[in-house]
């Protein structure tokens, strides 16, 4: 079966989908990211070819995430987008008329609003990740509860405690006296929920005109609290994908087809033996050329470097590219 | 007479003036080189936590210059640079601050810049100067007017396109390939000493041209227009440089040619917690994008959220265009 691949490396999680011709969901895997990347990319390419019967022929590589780049070098992609283009294009091939879309992941929360089908103004946190995944992940373990149950039995509180949401330290500070207060942690939780709604609609919302339909989508949707805590601010209805944690990737392996469709090229998907067959290492190192010290990044595959980054100047990266020209 | 001018700050709008003003008087001009990740890394952890990224960077520098066998190290001590307006509080304390902190400093040129009510100040001030350098009144007022003028002459380069930065180096005689031409039009924002900079905005001009942009900055629209927007506000904004970035909102927001309006701030700048806010408010007919920097940003994070703003911009082009009807 031909299939587009899309990948979304984020901070927390690498997710991978396999669309086929007619955009239909046909394997999808979330994986942690785990500090590793090049790991993650090699597992989540096995389990996602594996989770389809009979040979997996892939038509299209669409990366997108923070690591979407990394992910281009291993897999050979023929788009490499943004996350805010990625999850609007996503968002609306399911829900064409949504509005507003809510993004949550592990480091970064956008708001995005589209108007007929395209993006019209969207924003992202700033250098704070207070009202974001990892901030739940940190509060959830402080409170030895498994981040997959949180919403569940945050939902089983009668009256939320009120917790600041302006930052991670304020919030814990506060969390701790609230415990150390008795109030039951079930209403500890729903209290987080609420604050990270708070600190999401101040922050990143803030000034955005949010219009219904709203979808939410992100890894911390799977969080049903925080979907509880938004439709009570909000006072509308939240719609959350029943892929909401793969969205990035959906939108990465769509615009591939688009990308595919529009220059009818073939793909420039490196193939399996290119990605099982060597072994991928990164390495950096602080390049002495000029005062700016840049930290330049290496990637090999069987000590070959395939890719340099991180040097302003490009010259790492422009003398690889003579090397392979 | 080796007198040492830092790379940061009011370098940006002044550096014409000041050279020329004590090339005039015999002087030998040095400045520190441009801003690296050395300079700040030395200025955060120089200068006092409170203070903004570029104050930090100026302190990188001035660390950078004491290393340069200076006669003295020119400081001003800036309070106003026009009437009725002010520059921030933390430029006031600057000479302060650097004797306070910065271990083997050369004697300071601090001339006090105060032109709120009259230009007392900083008359007396330059006589002071001319008597330290060994010169008469007269010779002073002749080599400040001719430095007022090259400072005009360096501004007026500027206005043809080219962010600060690049019209000093086009003053001070260096050539330069103009950008390229791009499909999109991006209105930029912010204080001088951040968006001219490029080693402290991470190159945040060069990666829009090579997204293929036009990047209008203040310089390159009329003054005069600035200032009557700007006096359209509800209330005179307080501060010298707000104001004009607040007279570039309005008038970037009206002129049609230009597809969104990027504005770059420095954590931890009190002037552009409010002038970053009311510039989003002001900006009603097209897309707005508020970038905060940092010491420790992340170059990736910046380049995702310029992707998406240019993704966006020609999205949104494209539906515009697919209304029209093909045969005119």
Known sequence: MYYYLGVDIGSVSSNFVLLDSRRRLSAKVYLRTQGNPVQAIKEGFAQVCAAVPGPVKIKGVGTTGSGRHLADIMLGADVVKNEITAHAVAACSLIPEVRTIIEIGGQDSKIILMRDGIVNDFAMNTVCAAGTGSFLDQQASRLSINIEDFGVRALKSNKAVRIAGRCGVFAESDMIHKQQMGYPVEDIMMGLCEALVRNYLNNVGKGKKIEAPVVFQGGVAANIGIKEAFEKVLGTAVQIPPHHEVMGAIGAAILAEEMMASNGQLTTFNGETYINGGEFTSRSHECSGCPNLCEVVCIKRDNQAIAYWGDRCKKWETSLAARLA | ?328
């Open chain 2, 1 to 328: 007479m080796r007198i040492g001018i830092p790379y940061g700050l009011f370098y940006f709008y002044y550096y014409p003036l000041w050279k020329t003003f004590f090339s005039d008087l015999g002087a030998e001009v040095i400045t520190s080189s441009p801003t690296c990740r050395l300079t700040v890394d030395a200025g955060s952890a120089l200068a006092v936590d409170e203070a903004c990224l570029p104050v930090k960077v100026y302190y990188g520098h001035v660390r950078e210059l004491c290393s340069q066998d200076l006669d003295y190290l020119f400081a001003p001590r800036l309070v106003s640079v026009e009437p009725r307006s002010y520059i921030c509080p933390k430029f006031m304390g600057i000479p302060d601050m650097l004797r306070a902190q910065v271990p083997g400093l050369p004697q300071l040129i601090d001339i006090t810049v105060d032109l709120s009510r009259s230009d007392r100040y900083l008359q007396q001030d330059l006589i002071k100067v001319g008597r330290m350098l060994g010169y008469k009144k007269s010779a002073i007022q002749e080599a400040f007017q001719h430095a007022l003028e090259e400072n005009r002459r360096c501004i007026q380069i500027a206005s043809q396109g080219w962010s600060m930065a690049e019209a000093i180096k086009i003053w001070d005689g260096n050539l330069l390939e103009p950008p390229e031409a791009g499909d999109l039009s991006i209105g930029l924002l912010g204080h001088g000493y951040s968006l001219y900079d490029e080693g402290l905005s991470m190159g945040l001009i060069s990666k829009i041209r090579q997204l293929g942009c036009k990047v209008h900055l203040l310089e390159s629209l009329d003054a005069e227009r600035i200032e009557m927007e700007a006096a359209t506000m509800p209330k005179r904004v307080f501060w010298t440089l707000g104001r004009k970035i607040m007279g570039g909102v309005i008038n970037m927001n009206k002129r049609e040619e230009i597809d969104g309006i990027i504005y770059l701030a420095c954590f931890g700048c009190g002037p552009d917690s409010m002038i970053g806010e009311m510039a989003e408010r002001y900006t009603t007919g097209k897309p707005f994008m508020l970038l905060t920097i940092d010491e420790h940003s992340g170059e990736a994070g910046m380049m995702t959220r310029l992707e998406a703003f240019c993704d966006m911009l020609r999205r949104r082009r494209r539906v515009d265009e697919s209304q029209f009807p093909a045969y005119g």
